[in-house]
């Protein structure tokens, strides 16, 4: 017969794996979607800039830009990080609306990137020169549904 302090010690074993499990589930699922979204599942691809330059923070993205959007985010690679550093400078956020109704956010602050709000490392060599050739990109002014979010 097992004793109750070795039955207590397995369910906490067991409860323990099951929250690793989820963890990992919750830490990886932003990362994969990112490396394998492609640009025929999406409806729509919006970007803001922060901040914005000389008043133009924002682009929404023509059907002809997808493939390459898609490509670059699905270069995305790191390892997630419970301490994220304090951005300086520039950042941008896509906000990349599928075609089953889901939203997905792609940050990057030049130091990480952030994937539905799960933040990973990244290489600044590659986050950097993403930052300044999003920052070109954007055209427009934020549009007011978009400003609580920049």
């Known amino acids: 017969m097992i004793s109750k302090k070795k039955l207590f010690c397995l369910l906490f074993l067991i409860l323990a794996l099951i929250i690793v499990l989820i963890l990992c589930i919750k830490i990886g699922k ?6 394998t979204v492609k640009s025929e599942e ?3 691809i919006e970007v803001t800039v922060h901040p914005a330059v000389e008043g133009e923070g924002y682009k929404e993205f023509g059907l002809n ?7 670059k985010i699905n270069q995305c690679t790191g390892r997630f990080t ?5 951005p300086v400078g520039g950042g941008f956020t896509y906000y990349v609306t599928m075609k089953n109704g889901e939203v997905h956010t792609i940050g990057n602050n030049g130091m990480e990137f952030i ?5 990973y490392t990244g290489d600044r060599d590659w986050l950097e020169p993403w930052i300044e050739s999003v920052m070109e990109e954007a055209d427009s002014p934020v549009p007011e549904s978009r400003r609580s979010e920049t």
């Open 30 to 35: 932003p990362l994969h979607w990112a490396k």
């Open 42 to 44: 999406i409806a729509k």
């Open 65 to 71: 830009e997808f493939d390459e959007v898609a490509d």
């Open 82 to 86: 419970l301490n994220p550093k304090v």
């Open 115 to 119: 994937i539905d709000g799960v933040f």
